[in-house]
């Protein structure tokens, strides 16, 4: 309801900016029946409007000013300047409410009986042939209503500032990717800041963007009710969180897929009233839209009490149809049995009503939805109901991503499939990575994952050759399948502005698009659902997963998680770290380009966080959280080693446990590898690389002089 008086308001400002104008032109020109036809319409909108929205006092308002007009356009009443008076009172008194309403949600108590009055007589052709003296404008100084601060745009304008903010992002990654070469302060400093403009600027772009959920159900209750009505069924419709937010690109992407999954609700799914009481059900059945987000993604699930599906119609649907053989339909369990609805063509319905049978519609909703990055599966109980749940990125324009390396090309993977990483040694291949039904699979904590290698799904150059050395393997999550992805190296994780594909690789199930790295260079984006389709790991043969009686448990270290810039995460072993302090800031020293700290008789060079990670993201996860370091009154310090240097920390966030080899190697200064902590990547700070780094402030560990 907020969102629609918003919308409401908007609105009636324009109307009443536009009436303002076209009356003035009508006192000058009173024959233009196409201006005195557009505040008809005007006033009528907003007459009909606060009706609903149950506003009397301006509904009656707008009724008198309504009948004047009635008047006007019937050429029962000649417009003049007297007219044109009291109708731009009735714009001023129109204007004053609204911003009431926006101030305060209500209408007030608005004395308008006089204006009233006069707006009949003026209906009744008893205005006085001249105008009053107008009264004097009000004080560009004095406070007057202005209406809601909003603008409408064309969508395209949006488009179009979401392309150039595209191109800024590759641009300013370009620079960055440069300065870090250079080394050079200055222009390290000026990349920074472009950095955080261009972060700023796309946020409030992708903000622009983002639409709720709930329009994309607006016409939900009505679709329910006429199907209901069709089908001789009660149906009653919920929607739950409907104010969560997606790119408007992605929400008129699955208007469809939902219209068809509603549909198949209300006509496969839901009883009617005599069946359901038979099976002591409430005659009347639910149907229940929700939406919430799950960390990068949007959830929506479209639920159901009906009759569900009957894995054994669906086996022989499948194989009536030649979609699969009496055997391999035999061989899926019933979760996997179900899942063949979505095939292009299959359909259980008996006979084709008007809406459904004709096996066109939940590969259509399947197709939408992963189109736009998103995967759709479903649950269902023979007799219980049925529940769809479709997972969504947040919007397409941005994609938080892992770089990698195979077949000597580098290759995009998003993070929104990320579950971990994992380092297999060489001396640990034989152990780890085994074959089951002569396909290679990965063994993590008692459970077997299929495994697939980037380069063979790929065919890239190479391919094929014998494995040998470490394995670096990306394990992703799809829908409820975990997987293992081998890749020569993990790189790097950053933001990347999604290219379509053209001709020849638009269409390949494999590539999801295209982006521009910070060096220049074009790397793909690799399509998980579609690599996992074309590998086999969505359909029977791929869920032939086995477990195992649980491995030894696996050997675990104590990491210290702090802040790193932008919202980012960096670990260091708690081991490595001899004390952990609390200094004032003012503490701090320069020693020529270095900060230092007078520590325990001796000088401690200090090394920081937030400058060993500097931000290389594209925009901001979330909006800054820590003070500004001039505001800090104190630092907490990290001494490492034996004392030979000092880790100035932003926040510490957590103490966890965790298992040191699972992590990919580093790919900057000062830190050694990656790892995923928390759900979240993390840099695993290179301890022995900051002594040596620190060394060059004058050498670790011994006396730098007296306090």
């Known amino acids: 309801m907020d969102d629609l008086l918003r919308e409401f308001l908007v609105e009636s400002h324009e109307h ?4 303002e104008a076209d009356l003035v032109a009508l006192e000058a020109a009173p024959g233009d029946e196409e201006a005195l036809a557009r505040v008809f319409r005007a006033v009528h909108t907003i007459k009909g409007t606060c009706g609903f929205f149950g506003m009397p006092r301006l509904e009656a308002l707008a009724h008198a000013g309504e009948n004047v007009l009635t008047r006007l356009l019937g050429g029962d009443l000649a417009f003049s300047a007297a007219v044109a008076g009291v109708l731009l009172r009735f714009v001023d008194a129109v204007r004053s409410i609204l911003a009431t309403i926006e101030k305060t949600g209500k209408e007030g108590t608005p004395d308008a009986a006089a204006l009233v009055r006069d707006l009949e007589e003026a209906a009744a052709g008893h205005a006085p042939a001249e105008a009053a003296a107008p009264e004097p404008p009000p004080d560009e100084a004095a406070e007057t209503p202005r209406g809601p601060r909003s603008v409408r745009l064309d969508v395209s304008v949006l488009d179009e500032l979401m392309a150039g ?4 992002v590759l641009s300013r990654n370009q620079i960055l990717e440069a300065s870090e070469k250079r080394r050079d302060p200055a222009l390290g400093r000026a990349a920074q800041h472009l950095s955080r403009i261009t972060g700023e600027l796309q946020e409030s772009v992708m903000r622009a963007r983002m639409e709720p959920v709930g329009r994309a159900w607006a016409r939900v209750p009505r679709l329910v009710r006429d199907l209901a009505a069709l089908f001789g069924k009660q149906v009653r419709v919920t929607m739950k969180g409907g104010e969560t937010e997606l790119d408007r690109t992605i929400l008129e992407a699955i208007a469809d897929p939902l219209t068809h999954i509603v549909r198949n609700s209300l006509d496969h799914g839901i009883e009617r009233p005599d069946t359901r009481k038979a099976t002591g059900k409430p005659a009347t059945g639910r149907l229940a839209l929700s939406a919430y987000q799950e960390g990068g993604h949007v959830v929506i699930e479209i639920r159901d009490d009906g009759a569900g599906i009957d894995p054994e119609r669906v086996r022989a649907a499948a194989v009536k149809k030649g979609l699969r053989t009496r055997e391999e339909a035999a061989a899926l369990s019933d979760a996997d049995a179900t899942r063949l609805v979505f095939l292009p063509g299959f359909s259980t319905a008996r006979e084709v009503t008007p809406v459904s049978g004709r096996g066109v519609g939940m590969d259509v909703v399947r197709t939408n939805v992963e189109g736009v990055g998103g995967t759709v599966d479903l649950v269902s109980a023979p007799g219980k109901g049925t529940t769809m749940r479709i997972l969504l990125p947040l919007t397409l324009a941005i994609l938080p991503a892992l770089v990698v390396s195979a077949g000597g090309q580098r290759f995009v993977v998003p993070q929104s499939y990320l579950r971990e990483l994992v380092l297999v040694q060489e001396r640990e291949r034989g152990v780890r990575i085994a074959r089951v039904q002569d396909a290679p699979v990965l063994r993590l904590r008692g459970r077997l994952l299929p495994l697939l290698h980037l380069d063979e799904q790929l065919r890239l150059a190479g391919r094929g050759t014998p494995r040998a050395g470490s394995a670096s393997i990306v394990v992703l999550d799809l ?8 890749v020569d190296r993990i790189l790097d994780t950053q933001e990347t502005v999604v290219k379509r594909l053209g001709p020849p690789l638009d269409g390949i ?3 999801a698009g295209a982006t521009i790295l910070g060096d220049g260079s074009i790397a793909l984006i690799v399509d998980v659902p579609g690599l996992a389709e074309a590998a086999g790991i969505l359909d029977e043969q791929g869920a032939t997963w086995q477990e195992e009686p ?16 932008d919202d980012g995460r960096a670990v260091v072993p708690l081991g490595a770290i001899a004390r952990l302090e609390e200094f004032p800031a003012r503490a701090i020293e320069r020693a020529g380009r270095h900060e230092v700290l007078q520590y325990r008789g001796r000088i401690l060079p200090l090394l920081r966080v937030s400058d060993l990670l500097a931000e290389r993201r594209t925009r901001k996860r979330k909006p800054e959280v820590l003070d500004t370091e001039a505001e800090r009154k104190s630092v907490q310090i990290a001494v490492l080693g034996d004392g030979g240097v000092g880790l100035v920390i932003d926040r510490i966030l957590d103490i966890v446990d965790l298992a040191p080899e699972a992590q990919s190697p580093g790919s900057r200064d000062g830190v050694k590898g990656t790892m995923i902590v928390q759900g979240r990547v993390a840099e695993l700070l290179d301890v022995e690389g900051l002594l040596r780094m620190a060394g060059g402030v004058g050498g670790a560990g011994g006396p730098r002089g007296r306090a």
């Open 16 to 19: 009443l900016d536009r009436m």
């Open 165 to 168: 903010v595209g191109e800024l």
């Open 479 to 486: 829908e409820d399948r975990r997987f293992g992805l081998v």
């Open 509 to 511: 199930p494999v590539y």
């Open 550 to 565: 649980p491995a030894p448990e696996e050997k675990r270290e104590r990491f210290l998680l702090v802040q790193a810039p």
